[in-house]
């Protein structure tokens, strides 16, 4: 049998052997943009990515605020809120890779790393436990907020540049999607009762 030798790395030169513990260079910063041809300058694509990359931040918070809560829901309405707090998970989970494509087209780097996620999120982090199912409710209407109003003026901020694509997104995308889902949630913390005596 012929057994192939490995090369000096280690490695057998049949190619059969993955490379493990790799590292290589940072070859783009975060924070920085690169040169594409999509008619947008340097610093309206920088000023973009910024705004994104924090969008992209606090939704990610959301969106696994969604997933901690669906987990934990309690009471009454557990079945409705379980099937509906999955639903709005996934669609922010959506929007996650919609907001991150679009930093990638401008040319920029798109946050990745959760630790570097939880550095610039404005999302205020809850308990570790699980709270009563109105605060966890709340909870996600003030991220929800949060969100809004930072895209209202992010997106007013990019059209200003020129920016119509980023603008287009953070309208179309990002707010109709928050200003549904968070309509949905405040109908669940109306005090009604369920049937009537």
């Known amino acids: 049998m012929n057994t192939p030798k490995p090369s000096a790395q280690g490695h057998s030169s049949d190619g059969s052997q993955p490379w493990l513990h790799q590292r290589g260079r940072t070859i783009q910063e ?38 901690k809560y669906h987990w934990l829901m309690r009471g009454a309405t557990f079945y409705q809120l ?11 989970l959506e ?5 991150a ?27 570790d436990g699980v709270e009563e199912v109105p605060a966890m409710l709340s909870r996600l209407l003030e991220a929800h ?3 809004l109003t930072d895209c209202h003026d992010a997106a007013a901020r990019t059209q200003e ?13 990002v707010v109709r999607t928050n200003e549904l889902q968070a309509w949905f949630l405040a109908e669940h913390l109306v005090d009604t009762p369920l049937v009537h005596v």
């Open 30 to 67: 975060f924070g920085t943009v690169k040169q594409f041809p999509v008619a947008l300058s340097m610093d309206t694509r920088l000023y973009s990515c910024q705004r994104l990359n924090k969008v992209l931040a606090d939704t990610r918070i959301l969106h696994d605020l969604y997933k």
């Open 145 to 147: 907020e949060l969100i």
């Open 161 to 173: 540049m020129g920016d119509d694509g980023t603008n287009d997104l953070l309208v179309s995308d």
């Open 95 to 99: 929007l996650i890779d919609t907001v």
């Open 82 to 92: 379980h099937l509906l707090l999955d639903k709005h998970a996934g669609e922010q």
């Open 101 to 127: 494509e679009r930093v990638q087209t401008l040319g920029g780097v798109a946050i990745g790393d959760p630790r570097h996620v939880a550095e610039i999120t404005t999302v205020p982090r809850p308990p």
